[in-house]
């Protein structure tokens, strides 16, 4: 008696369905393992747990990749959704680029404001202008600029030969806003010769603050914010330590150059995501703690939240 055709299809079906369990046995299986989860980074800081990451990168950009400090290369606006930072142009080299701004939700409108910018970016308390190191193409020595990102607007704070505050280097740094109007840098004058003065953009006049002092000039390191005291098991395991400005949250930098962010009161750490291979050298939180920029080599990570 010759089988029914239903019969004989559900036979062939099933012989089917056999070949192709043995053919995906033979090559693996791996339609049917569970996917190995990716191991997070390790660090060597005592008592913390690692956990994934609670910030995402929201954008990231090309940016200036310099061959030492040059001040800070990132700079948030008081608004917390501006962010400045150095971009490469054409042509440039590794000290000077083009200080961009960007904004917007997903940081894609961008403004570019001037071109051979070396670095030490710092807004006003109102965030109307920015002050920022340039080296200026004419006679390649290192001045003072301040801009309005507004009108687009530029003044040279060392016009001429009032650059030339020495005659080895014209090394300027930027210190502080003491108002929307004035200004305090330190500039060399002489080896191992610092200068403090004080600009008041207003009038115009540029004032010396106190007596000159004889010191290497090491001012050109980014600003870091301030916070309690780390405990000491976790002092030789951390540098540049950035604490936001809740004082709930820190970013510091390992000895591979990974960065990690600390929530205080829970005792965990996570890592930021910049690919796992590329060395962080400057890190910035937004003023209200929403965002925080890393440089990592030719790249700028902006992060915030993760969905």
């Known amino acids: 008696m010759r089988p029914s055709k239903n019969f004989a299809s559900a036979r062939l079906s099933l012989a089917s369905l056999l070949l192709i369990l043995v053919t995906l046995t033979a090559c693996g299986g791996a339609a049917f393992e ?38 800070d290369m990132l700079a948030w606006a008081p608004d917390s959704h501006t962010l400045a930072y150095l971009a490469p142009a054409p042509g440039s080299t590794w ?6 701004t960007v904004s917007g939700p997903a940081f894609d409108v961008a403004q570019d404001l001037a071109d051979y910018v ?48 020495d005659s ?17 840098v330190r500039v060399s004058c002489g080896l191992d010769c610092l200068q403090t003065m004080k600009i008041d953009l207003p009038a115009g006049t540029l004032t010396l603050s106190g007596e000159p002092t004889q010191h290497a000039w090491d001012w050109w390191n980014y600003r870091l914010n301030d916070g309690p005291e780390l405990p000491a098991e976790y002092q030789a395991f951390t540098r540049e330590v950035n604490w936001a400005p809740d004082e709930q949250r820190l970013v510091y930098i390992d000895s591979r150059r990974d ?6 009161d829970e005792g965990v750490q996570y890592p930021l995501a910049t ?11 937004s003023d209200d703690g929403e965002y925080l920029a890393a440089q990592a080599e030719d790249w700028l990570f902006i992060f915030g939240d993760c969905p």
């Not at 960065?259 to 205080?264: C, D, G, L, M, S």
């Open 95 to 100: 000290m000077v680029g083009t200080l961009m």
């Open 259 to 264: 960065a990690w962010v600390i929530v205080v």
């Open 34 to 71: 569970e996917p190995t989860p990716t191991p997070l980074p390790t660090s060597s800081l005592p008592g913390l747990v690692t956990v994934q990451p609670r910030m995402c990168p929201v954008a990231k950009l090309s940016m200036l990749r310099t061959a030492q400090p040059q001040g």
């Open 118 to 165: 070396a670095g030490h970016l710092t807004w006003s308390p109102q965030g109307t202008a920015l002050a920022y190191l340039a080296l200026r193409r004419s006679d390649a020595l290192y001045t003072i600029s301040v801009v309005s990102p507004q009108s687009g607007q530029t003044v040279d704070l060392f016009p001429g030969e009032a650059a030339r505050t």
């Open 168 to 184: 080895y280097s014209s090394q300027k740094a930027i210190l502080a806003w003491t108002d929307n109007q004035t200004l305090r």
């Open 275 to 285: 690919g796992g291979y590329l060395a962080v050298s400057e890190t910035d939180w």
